[in-house]
């Protein structure tokens, strides 16, 4: 049941194609057990590590002041966009 509300929550008007298609003979789409296949979690969990590892290191980042030079930068383009005009990029 979980997954199911879940599809419909994602995408309402494909869960409900999906669900006429059904009644029509189509098709049944197993819910629960989609994307459960060794490939898939191998790159669902691959993804959630690279995302971890990411927001942990600009998190840790923005509160250690290792990317100060980028705020700071970032609030100057804000103030005057014109700026970027002046700035010379590799």
Do not use: H
Not at 66 to 71: E, F, G, L, P, S
Not at 72 to 84: F, G, Q, R, Y
């Amino acid at each position: 049941a979980q997954g199911n509300m879940d599809a419909y929550f994602d995408n309402p008007n494909d869960w409900a194609f999906q669900k006429i298609r059904e009644k029509k003979g189509g098709f049944k789409k197993d819910y629960a057990n989609a994307n459960t296949d060794p490939k898939s979690l191998v790159l669902i969990g691959t993804w959630t590590g690279v995302l971890i590892w990411f927001f942990s290191d600009l998190i840790g980042g923005l509160t250690d002041g290792k990317y100060t030079n980028v705020v700071e930068t970032v609030n100057k383009i804000s103030e005057d966009p014109s700026i970027l005009d002046k700035m010379s990029f590799p």
